[in-house]
């Protein structure tokens, strides 16, 4: 089983009963308060990444990915092709160990300068390859998209509109632009509906929708967490709505129950093989 972005909105609608219209417009925001839930609490690899980077010579940063959060291991490859890991430390043991950033050498240190920056010492004495492994946010299930087929389409369309429909009242990001009747949009909260117009922002096109297409994009989170998924936005759902608090705790509950399952996946199967600590035993009974 799994949900897409459509789909989950369907069950919380369905689960609460509750089609009230501020409501369903805040289901983007349960849903990414749930991810959000999912990712401090348990140690997923779905939430590590790798990116290639380079070190510049006489440079003592290091640009910062736009997704990082928090760090695993800096390496780089050095002239004879071995890899190096450097060690993490506070920037201000950095700057001590090296004040002056002119003198250069093979990168034994790094830290978070800034949001934006690592700073290295000693200050990379040639240009070196790197690998950054880090902890990341991935992209919400709240940025699916689908495509809307359009006719009477006046003006061009482009990837940095917002289109907003003339009788639903919905808006959502363009993604990208296809072809001339085409539109690959972010999901809105609620749906836009067939035979409205739509009109962008800030190209002043405009156009019918004639379809809709399927939602069919899904996140890991919800292709392999959904009972963390449904009853975490539930929850949240449930707080918005000022709900029952025995169904409340129900909600609650079930959530902890999923999220004691992600840790033993995240936290335990995912770091271990069976050759090396042999298989779960229970006793006979």
């Known amino acids: 089983m799994s949900f897409t972005y459509t789909q989950l909105k369907t069950a919380i609608e369905q689960y609460t ?11 983007p925001v349960f849903i990414r308060l749930t991810e959000e839930r999912i990712l401090k ?3 997923l690899n779905v939430f590590r990444k790798n990116v290639a980077g380079a070190m510049s010579a006489s440079n003592k940063y290091l640009s910062v990915p736009s997704d990082f959060l928090a760090p695993f291991s800096l390496s780089y490859t050095d002239g004879d092709s071995e890899i190096n890991f450097v060690d993490l430390k506070d920037p201000e043991f950095i700057q001590s160990y090296n004040p002056n950033p002119a003198t250069t050498g093979a990168p034994r240190y790094y830290g978070q300068y800034d949001l934006d920056n690592f700073i290295l010492a000693p200050t990379p004495d040639s240009s070196y390859n790197s690998e950054l492994h ?4 991935p992209e919400s299930l709240t940025e699916s998209s689908y ?13 940095n509109d917002t289109i907003t ?3 639903s009242g919905e808006s959502s990001g363009v993604d990208s632009v296809p072809s001339s009747t085409s539109l690959i ?4 909260s609620s749906n836009y509906t067939v035979g409205e117009t739509i009109t962008a922002s800030p190209s002043g096109a405009t156009a019918t929708v004639s379809a809709i297409g399927a939602d069919t994009t899904v996140t890991w989170l919800s292709e392999n967490a959904e009972m963390a998924m449904l009853y975490g936005s539930l929850s949240e759902a449930y707080l918005y709505m000022k709900g029952d608090p025995q169904m409340m705790q129900q909600y609650t509950q079930r959530f902890g129950e999923a999220i004691g399952r992600l840790k033993n996946l995240g936290e335990a199967q995912e770091v271990t093989d069976d050759y090396r600590t042999g298989q779960i035993i229970r006793t006979k009974t």
């Not at 880090?134 to 946010?137: M, N, S, T």
């Not at 949009?185 to 809105?188: A, G, H, K, L, N």
Request: glycine fraction near 8%; hydrophobic fraction near 35%.
């Open 185 to 188: 949009v972010v999901i809105p």
């Open 165 to 167: 429909g003339g009788t």
């Open 17 to 27: 009963e509750n089609n009230e219209t501020s409501f369903i417009a805040n289901f």
């Open 41 to 43: 609490n348990v140690q």
């Open 134 to 137: 880090y902890f990341y946010r």
């Open 147 to 159: 495509t809307l087929t359009l006719t009477s389409v006046t003006g061009t369309f482009t990837a």
